[in-house]
């Protein structure tokens, strides 16, 4: 926590994570695992050529098949427009609501991200800190690093 406070006072609130809505973050948080971030824009690229807004609503109603033609560049579409699904029903029972999410613990909230099939520690904090401003760092190689250089050990879960 002294880390994330030093760095935000230092820094504030970047907003480097481009997204229309916090639900346009959760999509860019599955369709960035396992590749670089220029495949990711460019399957949302791909939602805009066939114009088509990428909402909820959206991901929910569109065909599987559909989806994966969409999402191919990101790689591993098979399994992400599972995950896309499977973070759409979750943002569904807080009926949509961010506010509702943002007034959730960060604990609870962690543990049901990490219940959604396909999401591991990195999507699951990355949703949480860039969608709904949680006080929790993204623990990725990068992370690992900075620790390791300023003599700390990376612990296992870094959700403050």
Known sequence: MKIY???NKRYGNLNWWLADSPYEVMVGAVLTQNTNWGNVEKALANFVKLG???TRELIEEMPPEELIEIIRPAGFFNQK???LKAVAAWFKKYNYGVDKVKS???EPLHKELLAVKGFGKETADSILLYAFNFPTFVIDAYT???LERLGMKSPKNMTV
Do not use: A, D, E, M
Request: no cysteine.
């Open 52 to 54: 088509k807004t990428l």
């Open 5 to 7: 406070k030093s760095l």
């Open 104 to 106: 959730g613990n960060l």
């Open 144 to 146: 690992r690093r900075l």
């Open 81 to 83: 427009t599972v995950y």
